[in-house]
């Protein structure tokens, strides 16, 4: 170690400190090798398919021979207008709204009381009660979903212990959303996105309800706001960005997904699931292709919208 | 003060919260509980007894420790590449300011913020324009592209809570780049890009979507799971199989949140 070292170093030897010295006076160097990898991973490989899914939309399929035709035409996407493809992106989004929202108005609470109550140990405890089910797999949260909706599950049981039987197959029995039993009902399909997509919700809500200033809520009730006026002009506004970002995440998802309305739920098929036979075994990949455009065209929009009100932020 | 009062939760807030979090957790706890029972031929309720055999089943079959394998192998490589394109996309990001910042953040979230279906088919037809044989490498492929986002989320978050003057100080006395990314950078982020690795396996380990269109014959455990789902066989090796990879999940995700709870609370935040 020298006691006394010179204002400005002599350059370094060897190729790592050149290097270094190199990166230091060329930023865009350093940038350029910092950004390579991952750009040329995501834009190549991911960019790159994605587009050619998307210019595979503009093909069309033979109807007698079952070949693609090269030729760019847009008649696969007049294909998404029969009543019957319409009928299916129809009963997605209005699934995945439906989900958002019930996951938005159960969320809150337990986001509520995470951020403002919670304190030391419970704190832990409630963030790894949202963590836990977020990350167990995905799959075995569908199988426990079987189990319970089914027949001689434990919620029929739970029906039949309570004498109140009538009362389900009174809402089995609701035309559209009812069925046979739960687990071939809208409603079971409706109870499987809600269970996987909610912890999603959850965390971006606290993230930004905690991070409303108290000093505010303080100055709200010195103005005379009671709890009721402080929630709904302080809070509620605040927290919206978070609601928002958490919907990103449930109706993306609930938009994509063709496992959970095939294993749960009427035979009638979602977006994710018509994508899925129409590339198999139908081997009709221009029409697959352009069912990806809608969820795709959907969440633009969608995030658009969330960016010009701030959810960005509170991701 | 008004809010020294409020430090208590209106009981019916307290209800909600514990109705919800009791919505989240028993469906889970009820696999631990078929994980035992006798009964072989439906999801019956209650289990008519109680067995540990089914146990001894699981483990004497080989495509239940395949899957297993090749599900534990995918999510190492994946990881491993995830960590090392997301850290250096986090860098970049977090430390200078380009023209197109704002797309690269956008690039490494499109992959999860579109839906896993998009991703899957997209890729499959690619590999079959350019004839590239599906197996184990495809898998690894869309893996690692969409692990990329959590390693990312906290390098970034942790790159932003690192002062920017503990750098320069770093330089002033000396140290070049490289000796500064080894003493100063790296055990500033070193937990975050753990917690990122853990994350991004348990993402990989669990991932059924994207893999059903680029897996060939090769099975991992998820897809196995999708089987037994969508034609159920052998419930009651589903049954364990299910649980065991409830409790293997859980270990890395405590990990994460050990390596990352000090300050800040991004481990899986999708922050």
């Known amino acids: 170690m020298t006691v006394l070292a010179p204002a400005i170093l002599p350059p370094g030897g060897g190729v790592l400190a050149r290097l270094s010295d190199l990166f230091w006076r060329r930023p865009s160097v350093l940038l350029a090798v910092l950004l390579g990898p991952p750009v040329l991973w995501l834009g190549v490989i991911y960019l790159g398919s994605l587009l050619a899914l998307l210019a595979q939309s503009f093909f069309s399929i033979d109807e007698f021979s079952g070949l693609i035709q090269y030729e760019w035409t847009l008649k696969t996407y007049g294909e998404l207008l029969h009543p019957a493809n319409l009928d299916i992106i129809l009963r997605t989004v209005l699934m995945a709204a439906t989900v958002t929202l019930a996951a938005a108005v159960i969320a809150f609470p337990i986001a509520y009381y995470a951020a403002r109550y919670a304190r030391g140990r419970w704190k832990a405890l409630f963030y790894l009660g949202i963590m836990l089910p977020l990350w167990s797999s995905y799959l075995v949260k569908v199988y426990a979903w079987k189990l319970i909706l089914a027949k001689e599950g434990i919620l029929n049981w739970i029906f039949a212990k309570l004498h109140m039987t009538w009362l389900l197959d009174a809402v089995l029995g609701i035309p559209v959303i009812g069925g046979n039993s739960l687990s071939v009902s809208y409603i079971g399909t409706f109870l499987v996105f809600l269970y996987v997509w909610l912890p999603f919700m959850i965390l971006p809500v606290q993230a930004a309800l905690e991070r409303v200033p108290v000093s505010l809520l303080e100055a709200s009730a010195d103005q005379g706001g009671g709890p009721r006026q402080t929630f709904r002009h302080v809070t509620f506004p605040l927290a919206l960005p978070g609601v928002i970002a958490g919907s990103i995440f449930t109706f993306s998802l609930t938009l994509g997904d063709y496992i959970i309305p095939q294993i749960v739920g009427s035979s009638r098929l979602f977006i994710g699931q018509a994508v899925y036979a129409h590339q198999g075994t139908a081997g009709n990949i221009p029409l697959a292709a352009a069912f990806t455009v809608v969820p795709i065209v959907i969440m633009g929009f969608y995030l658009w919208g969330a960016k010009r009100m701030g959810a960005f932020d509170a991701l | ?271």
């Open chain 2, 1 to 271: 003060m008004p809010f020294d009062r409020q430090k208590r939760a209106s009981l019916g807030l307290t209800i909600a919260a514990g109705c919800g979090l009791a919505f989240l957790h028993l469906p889970i706890l009820l696999i631990f509980v078929y994980a035992f029972t006798t009964e072989e031929k439906s999801y019956r309720w209650p289990p008519p007894d109680l067995t540990v055999k089914w146990f001894s089943v699981t483990w004497n079959r080989p495509d239940v420790w395949e899957a297993l394998g090749l599900s534990v192998q995918v999510a190492a490589i994946s990881t491993a590449v995830a960590m090392i394109l997301g850290t250096l996309c986090a860098a970049a990001v977090a430390r200078t300011k380009f023209f197109g910042r704002e797309t690269i953040s956008l690039l490494v979230i499109l992959p999860i913020a579109l839906p896993g279906i998009i991703t899957g088919i997209a890729l499959r037809s690619a590999f079959n324009i350019a004839d590239i044989p599906f197996s184990i490498w495809t898998i690894i492929l869309g893996h690692a592209t969409f692990c990329v986002v959590v390693v990312y989320n906290n390098a970034v978050a942790r790159f932003r809570r690192t002062s920017g003057s503990l750098i320069e100080a770093s330089m002033d006395l000396g140290a070049n780049g490289f000796q500064t990314l080894r003493h100063v950078i790296l055990p500033n982020i070193g937990t975050a890009l753990l917690a990122g690795g853990m994350l991004a396996f348990a993402l990989s380990f669990d991932e059924v979507i994207v893999t059903t269109f680029t897996a060939g014959q090769q099975a991992t455990l998820p897809i196995w799971m999708l089987e037994e789902l969508v034609r159920p066989r052998q419930r009651p090796v589903t049954n364990v199989v299910a649980m065991v990879v409830v409790l293997v999940t859980f270990l890395p995700i405590l990990g994460a949140y050990y390596l990352t709870r000090d300050g800040d609370r991004v481990a899986g935040h999708g922050k």
